[in-house]
């Protein structure tokens, strides 16, 4: 009689345990699962945020880096506006243009008045518009869109402007 009460209880406890195991597999498998689903989530929004700042960021910079009296302004360009910075070095002017090209932000620099087309300037980042306008004197407002429309658009002052 505790023969069959030994071999009931052992079958009771390997069930109980592969129960156990089973819903440790499950909820290692949905915690994975979850967690992929969040990971992807993150690198999306890590993307969207590389592809509205950054560009910004390194527009800001490049005004900032070549601010002085009259030496950055805005010509109409093919796809947007192109921001014009003269720079002189050793007295002579330098010219950057950075535009819109082909859905890149692209940059060239030449000798101002150059006949240098824009497609050979340098694709810096994927970008499909670029719009500086002067909202108040030394001002200026920079807007971009991303080719899936994420749009974003910062201010950057003018220091040497004198206002």
């Known amino acids: 009689m505790k023969i069959g009460r030994h071999r009931a209880a052992s079958w009771l406890t390997v069930m109980l345990v592969l129960t156990l195991f089973c819903v440790f597999a499950v909820s290692a498998l949905l915690y994975t699962l979850f967690g992929a689903r969040a990971y992807k989530n993150i690198v999306k929004d890590s993307d969207k945020f590389f592809d509205t700042h950054v560009p910004l960021v390194y527009l800001e910079g490049r005004i900032k880096n070549a601010d ?3 030496a950055v302004y805005v010509e109409p360009g093919e796809e ?11 007295g002579r002017v330098i010219q950057t243009k950075i535009y819109t090209y082909n859905g890149y932000l692209c940059e060239l620099t030449a000798l101002p008045g150059a006949s240098v087309g824009l497609e050979f300037g340098q694709p810096v980042f994927p970008l499909a518009k670029l719009k ?14 991303t080719s899936d429309g994420a749009e974003n658009s910062a201010f950057v002052y003018l220091r040497a402007s004198g206002q």
């Open 68 to 70: 002085a009296s009259g």
């Open 80 to 90: 947007g506006d192109v921001l014009c910075l003269d720079q002189d070095f050793g």
């Open 132 to 145: 500086i306008s002067e909202v108040a004197p030394g001002l200026l407002c920079i807007e971009i869109a």
